[in-house]
């Protein structure tokens, strides 16, 4: 069996959402065993433990959330040279970018020596005003299936033995 780790942040249900539908396209492999944690659950022993991985975050002022700043922070230098080209992927939730979120995750990864497996996928959900950032996000049918199937695909790479 092979893990999947899918760690994440959420504050207004638009990455929650995402990966959620990465888990539901990961858990058609059977021989894929599928974490979903929250950043604040996850630390080094969970990156350890898996095979491969999906990190998905919200783009806070051109940034990652803090929460997933605080779980690369804690989880490191523990998994430093312990996970080398393992593959990962990424899910970004932006309001109208994405990009400096996507550059922090793959500096981090880079410095971990994983490999990316996807291009980010990055949701732009067009969030401008005050009201419509703390508002809860819907993310629309189409990008939930682009969603689903990187889980999908990034587990069957690892049943396979691709990754």
């Known amino acids: 069996m092979k893990t999947l780790l899918i ?3 959420s504050l207004t249900g638009g990455t ?6 990465a888990v539901a396209g990961a ?3 059977p021989e894929v065993t599928v974490r979903l944690l929250t950043a604040p659950e996850a630390g080094p022993e969970d990156v350890l433990a898996a095979n491969g991985y999906i990190f998905a975050t919200p783009e806070n002022l051109a940034a990652m959330a803090g929460h997933m700043k605080d779980f690369f922070d804690r989880s490191y230098y523990p998994v430093l040279d312990r996970i080398n080209g393992r593959p990962y992927a990424m899910l970004i939730c932006a309001g109208s970018d994405g990009t400096g979120a996507a550059r922090q995750i793959a500096r981090i990864a880079t410095g971990w020596r994983l490999r990316a497996v996807a291009e980010p996928l990055i949701v732009r959900t067009n969030a401008q005003t005050p009201e419509a950032i703390l508002a809860p996000k819907h ?9 689903r199937d990187l889980g999908a695909a990034l587990a069957s790479g690892l049943a396979a033995g691709i990754f």
């Open 7 to 9: 760690v994440f942040h």
């Open 16 to 21: 929650r959402a995402m990966a959620q539908a």
């Open 27 to 29: 858990s058609d492999e």
């Open 139 to 147: 993310i629309g049918p189409d990008d939930i299936g682009r969603c």
